[in-house]
C-alpha cells in the first residue's frame, strides 16, 4: 500500500515537473536589493520553475544556473547588438564569454539577441538579422548549434490588424526584416519569440474589450469572438493574439515556425490612473495564464500545440522608472514573499501550496494606438466579423 502511495507520488511529481516545463519567469534586475543569484536559485527550485529568461549574461546568475537543470534564456543586451551585427569577431568572442564558459553545466538553451529592437531600437533593425547570423555562425564554430537556438523578441505590436487574427499581418515596415528574419529562424529551427501584453490591449481599448477576456475569465457563449473568416472561437485576448501572429507569419509564406512567448503578465499595482493594476486581476491574468499554458490548450488556430510562456516576471523590480504598474509586475519582493498566492487548481499545478513557506509554485509596452483602433475596428468598424462579443 505505501508503495503504491510511494509510486503515485512519484508519478504525480515527474508528471507535475514535465507539465511545469511550459512555464518559466523573466527575471529584471532594476531592483534596490537585488537577492543573491544562490537566493534566486533557491526560490525558483522552491517553486518548481525550471526556465528562467535573464535580459543579458551575468556571469554570477549563469555559474549559480550549473547543475540546477533550469533552462536559461541569455541575452544580448541592446546595447551590444550594433557591435556584434558588425563583425563576425565580436560575435564569436560573445559567445565564448557567455556561452561556451557556462554550457553544459548551465543549460542555455535559447540566445535572445536584443530586445523589441523593431519598437524600441529602431535603428538598430538594419542590422538586427546580421547580429543573428553572427551569433549564429559563432554556436557552429563552436559546435552549439544544435543545442541552442538564436531568436530575437519582438513586441507583438509589430503586428497589424491582430483583431480578427486571420487578418493579421506584420508592420509592413518592417518586411525587410521580418522575411530574412523569418527564413533565419526556419532554416535553424528556432522559434519566434513574441511578448503578449492583453493588459495594454485591454487598458488602450476604453472598455472595448471586456476584462473577463482579457483576463481569460469565462464568457458567455454568445460573447465569444468569433473570427468570422476562419469561424474559430477565441475566448481570450492572449490566444488572439499568438494566432494573430501565426496568420502573421503564413501571410509570408512561414507556416512551421513555432511562437514561444517571452513575456507575459499583468500589474498588480498602479498609479491613480490605473484602475486595473490589482492584485485580483494580476492574480486571476498570471493563475489562469498558467492553466491554459499546462493544460496544452494551444490557441484555436492550432489546439494541442503548446505555447511555452515566461510569466513577466519573478521580482517586482522597485527602481524600473515609468509608472507605478511598471514596478509591480512581480509575482515576488525581492525579500522572496510572493506578492500574491497564485489560484492554481489541483493537478495542474505546477506551483506547489505550500502554506509552511508561504510559498505557491508556479513583459512593458508603451501604450499602442494602434493596437486600440485595431481592437475598435474589431468591435465597431464595418464588415465582416461577429460584432456581437463586444455589445
Ligand atoms: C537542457 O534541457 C533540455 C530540456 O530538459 C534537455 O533536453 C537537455 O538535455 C538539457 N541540456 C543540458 C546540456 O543539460
Ligand atoms: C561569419 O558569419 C557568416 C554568417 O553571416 C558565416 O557564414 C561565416 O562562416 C562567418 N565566418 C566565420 C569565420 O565565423
Ligand atoms: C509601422 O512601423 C513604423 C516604423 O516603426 C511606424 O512608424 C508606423 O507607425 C507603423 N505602422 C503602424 C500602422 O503602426
Ligand atoms: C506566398 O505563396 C503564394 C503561393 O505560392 C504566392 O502567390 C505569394 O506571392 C507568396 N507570398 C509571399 C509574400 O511570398
Ligand atoms: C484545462 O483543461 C481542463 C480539462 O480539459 C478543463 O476542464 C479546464 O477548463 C482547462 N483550464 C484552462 C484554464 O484552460
Ligand atoms: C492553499 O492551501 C490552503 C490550505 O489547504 C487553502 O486554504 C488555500 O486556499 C490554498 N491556496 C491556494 C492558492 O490554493
Ligand atoms: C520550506 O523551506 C525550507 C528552506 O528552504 C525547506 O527546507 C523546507 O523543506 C520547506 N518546507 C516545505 C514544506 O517545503
Redesign the pocket.
Given at each position: 500500500m505505501a508503495a503504491l502511495l510511494l509510486l503515485f507520488l512519484f508519478l504525480f511529481a515527474s508528471s507535475a515537473l514535465s507539465q511545469d516545463s511550459l512555464i518559466g519567469v523573466n527575471i529584471g534586475t532594476e531592483v534596490t536589493n537585488m537577492p543573491s543569484p544562490t537566493q534566486v536559485v533557491a526560490l525558483l527550485k522552491s517553486q518548481n520553475i525550471n526556465r528562467v529568461r535573464l535580459y543579458d549574461a551575468d556571469r554570477s546568475m549563469l555559474l549559480a544556473f550549473a547543475h540546477t537543470g533550469v533552462q536559461v534564456i541569455i541575452s544580448v543586451p541592446n546595447d551590444q547588438l550594433l557591435g556584434i551585427s558588425q563583425s563576425n569577431a565580436t560575435a564569436a568572442n560573445w559567445v565564448t564569454r557567455n556561452v561556451a564558459a557556462y554550457y553544459p553545466a548551465t543549460n542555455i538553451t535559447t540566445i535572445a539577441v536584443g530586445s523589441e529592437v523593431l519598437t524600441s531600437l529602431t535603428n538598430a533593425a538594419s542590422v538586427l538579422v546580421s547580429a543573428l547570423k553572427y551569433i549564429q555562425a559563432a554556436l557552429v564554430t563552436a559546435n552549439l548549434d544544435r543545442q541552442i537556438k538564436v531568436s530575437t523578441p519582438h513586441s507583438s505590436t509589430i503586428i497589424l490588424d491582430s483583431f480578427p487574427p486571420s487578418q493579421a499581418f506584420f508592420n509592413k515596415t518592417w518586411d525587410p526584416v521580418i522575411v530574412p528574419l523569418l527564413k533565419f529562424l526556419q532554416s535553424t529551427g528556432s522559434p519566434l519569440l513574441l511578448n503578449v501584453y492583453p493588459y495594454f490591449d485591454y487598458v488602450q481599448s476604453n472598455g472595448v474589450i471586456p476584462l473577463d477576456y482579457a483576463l481569460?475569465q469565462p464568457l458567455q457563449a454568445n460573447k465569444e469572438a468569433v473570427d468570422a473568416n476562419t469561424l474559430l472561437h477565441y475566448t481570450n485576448v492572449f490566444d488572439a493574439i499568438v494566432d494573430a501572429a501565426y496568420f502573421a507569419m503564413s501571410y509570408l509564406n512561414f507556416t512551421n515556425i513555432p511562437i514561444v512567448v517571452t513575456e507575459s503578465g499583468w500589474p498588480s499595482k498602479g498609479g491613480p490612473s490605473e484602475h486595473d493594476a490589482t492584485v485580483e486581476n494580476a492574480n486571476t491574468y498570471n493563475s489562469?495564464l498558467i492553466?491554459?499554458v499546462i493544460?496544452k490548450?494551444g490557441t484555436p488556430k492550432h489546439p494541442g500545440t503548446a505555447v511555452t510562456t515566461y510569466i513577466y516576471e519573478l521580482y517586482n523590480e522597485d527602481t524600473r522608472p515609468g509608472p507605478v504598474s511598471e514596478k509591480n509586475w512581480g509575482l515576488f519582493y525581492t525579500n522572496g514573499t510572493p506578492v500574491y498566492t497564485l489560484r492554481l487548481a489541483g493537478a495542474?499545478a505546477i506551483l506547489a501550496n505550500d502554506t509552511t513557506n508561504q510559498t505557491f509554485c508556479i513583459a512593458k509596452e508603451k501604450v499602442d494606438r494602434k493596437m486600440l483602433q485595431a481592437a475598435l475596428d474589431w468591435a465597431c468598424g464595418p464588415g465582416k466579423v461577429d460584432y456581437s462579443p463586444f455589445y
Open positions: 481569460f489562469n492553466q491554459h493544460n490548450t495542474g
